[in-house]
């Protein structure tokens, strides 16, 4: 893979550098400016918190790993890292950058973290881009819109080194679901097929770009349900498993559902949501508005409760009378790349502006139209949330409802199929089903 990414990366880097000199023309600054980041202390402790590096720094270059570093870049120049390498006992010290990319980099390497200071240009001139941990002494991030807004629209295109990655870390967590599939199979607690989960990505809760969900029977109607239960339900009904896993810091988000033994009903249904899903990847093409796939998806699904028997009323009354919220309360999906949720998906322009979210539909993450280049993910799910369904029971259409049907399913507690999938000037590629099918 390491062949490959060193062919990639020398455009991947001329389309940084490119996008970089145009945000910093329009900001007026001449040079940008990205901290790695460094460990947060807990409150009144002496250990920190798992370190998260900043995603403006970790889209130059594979380091994950390399709190207090810096990048430096001037249009123009070579680019530069600060590469902290402490002297220091008490823990593991990173080691000196190896590897395909370090030829494209001017490196120096300082002990202390104050020693970056003297390598950084005039702070006056520079957009600092980082959060409020990043400081040192007198340098703040400032974040200015103009470089901001520029950076995240175009961050939505992904490089061919970036899909590279991608299609490394679905490889990665298609393993890890196998791998959990078979511990729910085999009766595993929820934090027994985590554990199944983590041993076959190779990675530590902390390293996966996302806490994962696990969740057995009812707890598949809890969208973010994150317990981990010690002990294995007498009978395990049904499996809901989101987890993904990460590639030099570029994530995968894949979720699956599936039915236990002696549960045909809710295989039935799986299977509908599954065949909706891939209808609804078939639609990830250049020029398709993301708004009204997801309103789409509502019309789908709605078709799908009314084939199981849970609703009597049509598609479009289920849409227009909120019924289908109900049953798919989130959103179809969102842009991924270096973090799950990616930044960019409401900008209507690189410039900036917001492009808002369709009336009743508040938790969509994105509402751009699909250009070639983005990777989105598409996630529909029917549930059966108590909260949510206790509402439908007071609306006047509630005799529409199968109640009694309904409540025999309320023990699998939900379905969600998701996959991460590339909008291409033709056919969609399915990171997710292609590295399944690998396997």
């Given amino acids: 893979m390491n062949d490959a990414l060193a062919a990639l990366y020398p455009q991947h880097l001329a389309t940084l550098r490119e996008r970089t000199d ?16 460094r460990p947060i ?32 870049y001037t249009p123009g ?17 990173p080691e000196a950058p190896t590897g395909y990319w370090v030829d494209h980099f001017d490196i120096v390497v300082v002990r202390k973290a104050a020693d970056a200071i003297a390598e950084l240009p005039g702070l006056a001139r520079s957009a600092v881009i980082g959060d409020q941990h990043c400081g040192l002494e007198d340098i703040v991030a400032n974040n200015p819109p103009e470089v901001i807004d520029h950076l995240h629209y175009h961050r939505a295109f992904k490089t061919p080194y970036e899909l590279e990655l991608m299609r490394e870390a679905s490889r990665r967590g298609t393993r890890g679901h196998r791998a959990a599939e078979r511990a729910f199979r085999e009766g595993a607690s929820e934090l027994g097929i985590h554990q199944a989960y983590l041993a ?44 993904g896993a990460s590639a030099s810091g570029y994530a995968s988000d894949i979720t699956r559902t599936y039915a236990g033994k002696n549960a045909g009903e809710f295989q039935a249904l799986i299977d509908s949501v599954d065949a909706a899903e891939q209808s609804f990847v078939a639609r ?28 009597r009323m049509s598609a479009e009354s289920a849409v227009e009378t909120g019924v289908s919220s109900a049953f798919f309360p989130h959103g179809l999906g ?72 309904v409540d025999a399913f309320r023990k699998y507690g939900g379905i969600r199929i998701e996959d991460d999938v590339v909008c291409t000037a033709s056919e969609p590629e399915n990171l997710t089903r292609d590295a399944f099918a690998l396997l």
Avoid at 210 to 222: F, K, P
Avoid at 336 to 360: L, N, R, S, W, Y
């Fill in 22 to 37: 145009t945000a910093l023309a329009r900001g007026g600054f001449e040079h940008l400016v990205v901290p790695a980041g």
């Fill in 41 to 72: 202390t807990k409150f009144l402790d002496d250990q920190d918190y798992p370190f998260i590096v900043n995603p403006h720094f970790k889209h130059w270059l594979p380091l994950v790993d390399a709190p207090g570093s810096w990048l430096v």
């Fill in 77 to 93: 120049e070579k680019p530069k890292l600060v590469f902290l390498q402490p002297r220091d006992y008490w823990h593991v010290v």
């Fill in 200 to 243: 076959a990505v190779g990675q530590l809760d902390a390293e996966l770009p996302y806490a994962s969900i696990v969740g057995l029977n009812e707890h598949g109607a809890v969208l973010h349900y994150t317990n981990f239960d010690r002990s294995a339900p007498a009978d395990s009904r049904s499996f809901l498993i989101d987890a």
């Fill in 284 to 311: 990830v093409r250049a020029g398709q508005s993301y708004p009204e796939l997801h309103v789409h998806a509502h019309h789908v699904l709605a078709g799908v409760l009314r084939e199981h028997g849970f609703i």
């Fill in 334 to 405: 969102h842009g991924i790349g270096m973090q799950v949720h990616d930044v960019g998906g409401f900008q209507a322009a690189e410039t900036g502006g917001t492009i808002a979210k369709p009336e009743g539909h508040p938790y969509l993450r994105l509402t751009r139209k699909l250009e070639a280049g983005m990777v989105v993910t598409i996630e529909p799910g029917i549930y059966f949330i108590d909260m949510l369904l206790a509402e439908l029971k007071d609306k006047p259409f509630s005799g529409d409802i199968d109640w009694a049907r």
